[in-house]
């Protein structure tokens, strides 16, 4: 016997799934996130820069070397390295537990995001890795 019966609308399962809405607003998310992140990038890529300098010479023997000429060495490489944030002056030469002199760099970087936001971003660019 074949069952002819109609099937009320209560029967029938709800449709789930993206709304129009949700699929904006998750679309609105993810270029707010990517907006942040294109704003920010450039600075991290210029801390990388700055830590790869740094390491290069803290590797040659920095003892032999003046202040000066510590300091000019860093402008020369960040000069090829295109390091804009952080000259020879703003160096931080010390020396280490071994008697060897080191140099490091801390700076602020703040960049504006949108409208009056900004963020602003810490950098320690030292030889030992952190």
């Known amino acids: 016997m074949i069952n002819l019966q109609k099937k ?13 809405l949700g699929m904006l607003f998750v679309g609105a998310m993810l270029f707010f996130v990517a907006v ?3 704003k920010i990038f450039p ?4 801390y990388f820069s700055v ?3 740094i390491r290069a010479m803290n590797k040659e023997s920095l003892n032999d070397m003046s202040k000066k000429e510590i300091q000019d060495s860093f402008n020369k490489r960040a000069d ?23 140099v490091s760099a801390q700076y602020q970087v703040v960049t504006p995001l949108f409208g009056n936001i900004s963020v602003m971003m810490d950098f320690d660019a030292s030889p030992d890795g952190k």
Do not use: F
Request: proline share 2%; net charge positive.
């Open 80 to 102: 090829t390295s295109y390091v804009t944030v952080v000259h020879g002056s703003d160096l931080i030469i010390g020396k280490n537990s071994a008697g060897e002199t080191t």
């Open 8 to 20: 009320s609308p209560g029967n029938l399962k709800k449709q789930a799934g993206a709304t129009l």
């Open 51 to 53: 830590k790869t300098v």
């Open 36 to 38: 942040i992140a294109m």
């Open 43 to 46: 600075a991290y890529q210029e």
